[in-house]
């Protein structure tokens, strides 16, 4: 019924999420009344904060996307909040196998390099990321997973010893393939984490740079 679908989306208006704005695929990634195209809030663990990389969210950014943490609690002050931290103090030994969890005695290690990694240059084949304070040096990791899933990274050492914030990505991934990267920071004292999965796990290496 065309007079049932104002957006001409070909879903009616009375089952279509987001009944003002053309959205086919109904996307709504936390499961609430609104499809993703319109909803303010996309908040998957309904905590009234909302998921990182929705530009519409007018709702604060959660710290803990997929964790219900309505405190925003985040002792260590990094990128997550404690509900969902591996390591809840920062000192670079995971929380189950830290006996001081909640005490930073670890390794003075680097912390993380963060969500600053992109790609510059004439033809988008460097790497580029913000420096890191107590860091003398960087990696370089990649990997490489097919375009249609599953997405199960396994990092390995592409460029070690690296004295910049930049560095080549190196070739170009075969036809149906992609590449995900990430940079760690390093020291005297070690090496920093090489960050978190949106679920809120330690990232693994596969091949670590020497």
């Given at each position: 019924?065309?007079?049932?679908?104002?957006?001409?989306?070909?879903?009616?208006?009375?089952?279509?999420?987001?009944?003002?704005?053309?959205?086919?695929?109904?996307?709504?990634?936390?499961?609430?009344?609104?499809?993703?195209?319109?909803?303010?809030?996309?908040?998957?663990?309904?905590?009234?904060?909302?998921?990182?990389?929705?530009?519409?969210?007018?709702?604060?950014?959660?710290?803990?996307?997929?964790?219900?943490?309505?405190?925003?609690?985040?002792?260590?002050?990094?990128?997550?909040?404690?509900?969902?931290?591996?390591?809840?103090?920062?000192?670079?030994?995971?929380?189950?196998?830290?006996?001081?969890?909640?005490?930073?005695?670890?390794?003075?290690?680097?912390?993380?390099?963060?969500?600053?990694?992109?790609?510059?240059?004439?033809?988008?084949?460097?790497?580029?990321?913000?420096?890191?304070?107590?860091?003398?040096?960087?990696?370089?990791?990649?990997?490489?997973?097919?375009?249609?899933?599953?997405?199960?990274?396994?990092?390995?050492?592409?460029?070690?010893?690296?004295?910049?914030?930049?560095?080549?990505?190196?070739?170009d991934p075969a036809p149906g393939n992609l590449f995900a990267y990430l940079v760690t920071a390093r020291s005297a004292s070690g090496e920093s984490s090489p960050g978190q999965t949106s679920a809120g796990a330690l990232r693994t290496l596969a091949v670590?740079?020497?």
């Open positions: 019924d065309g007079a049932n679908d104002a957006d001409y989306d070909g879903v009616c208006g009375d089952e279509d999420n987001c009944p003002s704005d053309f959205n086919p695929d109904q996307a709504n990634a936390d499961g609430d009344s609104l499809g993703d195209l319109c909803d303010l809030c996309t908040d998957t663990d309904r905590d009234g904060f909302g998921n990182p990389g929705f530009p519409l969210n007018t709702c604060p950014e959660d710290n803990c996307p997929l964790t219900p943490n309505p405190d925003q609690a985040n002792a260590d002050g990094d990128l997550w909040g404690d509900a969902c931290d591996g390591d809840q103090d920062n000192d670079g030994i995971p929380n189950e196998l830290d006996p001081n969890p909640l005490v930073p005695d670890g390794p003075l290690v680097p912390p993380e390099v963060g969500p600053t990694l992109r790609f510059t240059g004439v033809l988008g084949d460097t790497l580029q990321w913000s420096p890191v304070a107590s860091a003398d040096g960087y990696a370089l990791y990649r990997s490489g997973y097919p375009l249609s899933g599953p997405y199960n990274p396994a990092f390995q050492c592409l460029q070690g010893g690296l004295m910049g914030t930049s560095a080549s990505a190196g070739a670590a740079c020497p």
